[in-house]
């Protein structure tokens, strides 16, 4: 058996995104893999037909895809250099290839004049696209790119899509036969989501041009009569997702205020298409969409919503498990695939679903009526030494009952002692589930053993599990203390002097609130973390609604109420060594956040260490550079080993 390494993933296929033809004969699928040469990932599509997998690109190259007839798949990527040159040059464009799965042919099919445009077909040569429209103006003689203004808020973008001011992602009716390219939303307003059916489509946004905001608006657009109708007026309601059903609309949200956001349900209703009062269908206490599984292991995007027939299709987060569920316009709700582990994306067409899943120790691979059709990674998996994840409950001291895994190290022998890592999810509203995790078989792999679990503020338990409003520091870390002690009580083999924790996000916050609170940790490792709730406010991505939703007042009302919360104010209580991870281009926890804590444990005389990775951003533990994730596991590795192995 081969042990895991911080190389091991660039032996992994990474699939996603499951498309089934019109007639839904065939599925169509994107395989990502690390590409050593060009220090990143290779993506190509697939075929899967009559029980086998083809690839059907060969370029590394291929983007959104989507079926043009039962034997012709459109993709995006500049396969011309000089097409390839165009966009890097700034032009707005993307370029769509064809492919004939009968022949083999490719070629270029198009041009849409709008970057990172994402298609939606509708029939003959009409698309539906979603794509970025930049609002902002040169003045004149000004070189672009030499100066930046910002007037608004947000003002830069997630995942390193650095300054985004006056950008917007706009929709548009788009003919590839006459390149006519019709805008259907307004220059300023933001698609946040959007879905078509029965010749309309539903779409949830907000129009601004100088603070967003989080009170979403719905409405519907009629292809053929060409009107945009507003269902749901802005900043009235809290809306997620919506579904045209013929002449109604189907939406999921609530109408609680941005200070009550994380205490109320969210509810499905319906309303006409053509305006009108709105009424329930149903009251719902969890969150719907996916997206909130937490792995390293998994790389590309897919489908979380789907219309077909009377049913909407989507997925939801329920107990520690994402699955695959529908609900009809009378809230008729039916569970269409549900078992632990995660479903990352489906597609439907017809009566045949096809998902992309991870159970267990497998990593994703695409399931239909729960048998799995892919086997990319079989081989791999079944030559490596893995730990399997054992499901473990706590009673916590405030009445909750913990759910979480402990891993025991590879090689595991009777009579040893053994150090330990605690490792908290981001978030807080996201999940681990039992599925592979390529840092914690690393940790295990290296003599650790590795505690894991979703505490208060987790997902897919209902929004009173859910909710820390105002409670930041204070129902979580409850959660999490007890549920360590519980573990530590039941495998008396944990060395209580050697425990680690570490986290991202969320997960990097409750890092540097444990160190300030407690010294029972050898060792910490804070990963793109939050240490300054006033600071965050006014840098992050999210800062801006943050403070009301989440703590339940802002900077500016009571300053004291974030400060008391924040990681920053006890820093310098801290005798845990600490390494801090963050990206120079993570626009969800600004640098600052990492280096203030950092420059507080110094000051305190703690020992700490920064690392900053250039050009990364809040994603680089799962898409960053592949020589970049190495570097970040040895460095995490070798901290805890120089405080936990001595």
């Known amino acids: 058996m081969e042990k895991v390494t911080s190389k091991t993933f660039y032996n992994f296929r990474y699939v996603s995104d499951p498309h089934l033809s019109p007639d839904g004969s065939r599925v169509a699928f994107m395989v990502k893999r690390v590409n050593p040469s060009k220090n990143g990932y290779d993506s190509d599509l697939y075929v899967y037909e009559n029980g086998e997998s083809r690839r059907v690109t060969q370029w590394g190259i291929a983007g959104n895809f989507l079926w043009l007839d039962n034997d012709t798949l459109l993709f995006a990527g500049a396969r011309d250099p000089r097409d390839a040159k165009r966009i890097s040059d700034g032009e707005p464009l993307t370029v769509f290839n064809s492919v004939c799965l009968t022949t083999g042919e490719v070629g270029k099919a198009f041009e849409v004049p709008v970057r990172s445009a994402q298609l939606t077909h509708l029939g003959d040569n009409r698309f539906i696209v979603l794509g970025k429209h930049d609002n902002n ?57 959007h879905l078509y059916a029965d010749g309309k489509i539903a779409i949830i946004g907000m129009e601004y041009d100088s603070k967003a905001t989080r009170l979403y608006s719905l409405s519907c657009y009629d292809i053929a009569a060409d009107k945009l109708t507003e269902l749901i007026p802005q900043n009235t309601m ?19 205020t941005p200070y009550e956001h994380d205490r109320e349900h969210n509810n499905f ?15 719902y206490d969890h969150n719907v969409g996916g997206g909130n599984g937490t792995t390293d292991a998994k790389l590309g995007g897919g489908r979380t919503f789907k219309r077909v027939g009377d049913r909407l299709y989507l997925l939801s987060t329920r107990v520690d498990s994402i699955g695959l569920y529908s609900i009809d316009l009378n809230g008729d709700w039916r569970e269409e695939d549900y078992k632990q582990g995660l479903i990352l994306s ?85 999940i681990f589930s039992d599925v592979f995790h390529c840092e914690h078989q690393l940790w295990a792999n290296n003599g650790y053993f590795v505690i894991f679990c979703n505490p208060r503020g987790s997902d897919g338990r209902g929004f009173d599990f859910r909710n820390l409003t105002g409670k930041y520091g204070d129902w979580d870390y409850v959660s999490l203390m007890d549920y360590l002690d519980g573990i530590l009580d039941r495998y008396p083999e944990i060395d209580r002097k050697r425990l680690g924790v570490t986290g991202g996000s969320y997960g990097g916050y409750m890092t540097n609130w444990i160190i300030g609170h407690t010294n029972r940790f050898a060792a910490a490792v ?9 600071t965050f406010e006014y840098t992050a991505i999210r800062g801006w609604y943050h403070s009301v939703y989440k703590h339940g007042t802002r900077a500016g009302e009571h300053p004291e109420v974030l400060w008391d919360c924040s990681p920053l104010k006890y ?45 990364e951003n809040h994603e680089l533990s799962r898409s960053g550079k592949p020589t970049n994730r190495i570097r970040r596991m040895n460095e995490i590795l070798g901290w805890f080993d120089s405080y936990l192995k001595k």
């Open 238 to 256: 809290h809306i997620f997702a919506c579904a045209p059903f013929g002449d109604e609309v189907m939406f999921m949200g609530n109408t609680s």
């Open 269 to 283: 209703y319906r309303i006409p298409a053509a305006g009108g009062p709105f009424t329930m269908v149903m009251d």
């Open 526 to 534: 804070s990963q793109r973390s939050i240490s300054d709730w006033v």
């Open 346 to 430: 489906f597609d439907r067409q017809g009566e045949r679903t096809v998902t992309c899943a991870m159970y267990g120790e497998r990593l994703p691979e695409l399931y239909e009526n729960g048998r799995q059709i892919t086997h990319f990674n079989d081989e791999l998996l079944s030559n490596l030494s893995l730990s399997k994840p054992v499901y473990e409950e706590v009673q916590t001291s405030d009445g909750y009952v913990i759910h979480g895994w402990v891993m025991k190290p590879v090689g595991y022998e009777e009579g040893k002692t053994y150090p330990a890592i605690l490792h908290i999810h981001g978030g807080p509203p996201t």
């Open 137 to 193: 103006v040169l003045q004149p003689g000004e070189e672009k790119g030499a100066v930046t203004t910002l007037t608004e808020i947000p003002y830069w973008g997630e995942f390193g899509l650095g300054y985004t001011s006056k950008m917007r992602n706009r929709l548009y009716l788009f003919s590839s036969a006459t390149g006519e390219l019709k805008p259907i939303t307004a220059p300023y307003f933001e698609v946040v989501k």
């Open 571 to 615: 820093a310098e209580r801290s005798t845990t060594p600490t390494l801090f991870i963050h990206s120079d281009n993570d626009h969800v926890c600004w640098l600052s956040e990492g280096l203030t804590m950092f420059a507080a444990l110094k000051t305190a005389g703690c020992p700490s260490k920064i690392c900053i990775f250039h050009g």
